[in-house]
């Protein structure tokens, strides 16, 4: 028997609709983001591409509630996230931005912050399995401050996966490491991606990239959304 790729194996988990935000501004009303609609079954990684300013930033806001939408909505598991507690669902849905904002202390600390504000304290065993994953064994001790770039992202990457989060936001994860951290922290998130099955919306601006992460390409000019497709569609024309 054939097993194919079926919404019911592959549940949406994430999904915009019609997604925007506007602000009023001195000079009226100004539109961020308008219209962004997608939908990701478990296990997909949606890359955003566009240029600086598009609004890619404000979509992974939206997408964690950091922003409030001024219009349209975003389901989780099918729910309205606007039902969901805020705290809830950012552990559900993580997030790694550009630069590592860790706070001072060891890596442990770091990564034993966020299951700590929902009553569940890592054991030593735990936090050391996490390190493990993004190949950082042995530095639960270490001082965040002595880190190098592509170490600390590494250890903001296992403080994301802490919380078990269904879906992974990655804010241009790799765009502020040098050549080689880039490849490595580029590899360890399409494994972590891959191995967990997590639902990610990836923001890049590098179209190599995108193309050996993507299962969606959405490009975001302007704050509305261009195109959506599969790689081989947006990525080779
Ligand atoms: N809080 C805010 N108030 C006003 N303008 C904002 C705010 N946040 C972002 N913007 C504007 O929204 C646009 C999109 O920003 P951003 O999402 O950071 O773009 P990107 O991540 O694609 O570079 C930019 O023009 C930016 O100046
Ligand atoms: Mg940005």
């Not at 001195?26 to 962004?36: A, F």
């Not at 990701?40 to 566009?50: D, I, K, T, Y």
């Amino acid at each position: 028997m054939l097993y194919c790729k079926s919404s019911i194996m592959n549940p949406i988990v994430l999904e915009s609709v019609q997604l925007s935000r506007a602000l009023d501004g001195p000079n009226g009303r100004k539109s961020l983001l308008s219209d962004i609609s997608f939908r990701l079954e478990r296990g997909q990684v949606l890359v955003v591409l566009g240029p600086s300013g598009a609004g890619k930033s404000t979509l992974l806001r939206l997408l964690n509630r950091l922003d409030e939408p001024t219009g349209g909505q975003v389901l989780l598991d099918g729910r309205n996230y606007l039902e969901i507690d805020p705290r809830e669902l950012r552990r559900r849905v993580g997030m790694v931005m550009q630069r590592a904002y860790l706070f001072p202390g060891t890596a442990a600390m770091n990564i034993g912050y966020g299951p700590a504000q929902h009553g569940m304290a890592l054991t030593d065993a735990q936090i050391g399995e996490l390190l493990e994953q993004v190949g950082m064994q042995g530095y639960a001790d270490r001082n965040v401050a002595t880190l190098s770039g592509g170490e600390a992202q590494r250890i903001s990457i296992a403080r994301a996966l802490a919380n078990g989060p269904e879906v992974l936001l990655l804010d241009e994860p790799t765009s502020a490491l040098d050549d080689a951290s880039k490849q490595g922290v580029e590899r360890l998130l399409a494994t972590i991606v891959r191995e967990r099955h997590a639902t990610c919306v990836w923001v890049t601006h590098d179209v190599a990239q995108a193309a050996r992460v993507a299962d969606l390409v959405l490009r975001v000019e302007a704050g509305a959304a261009v195109a959506l497709g599969t790689p081989q569609e947006l990525l080779h024309a």
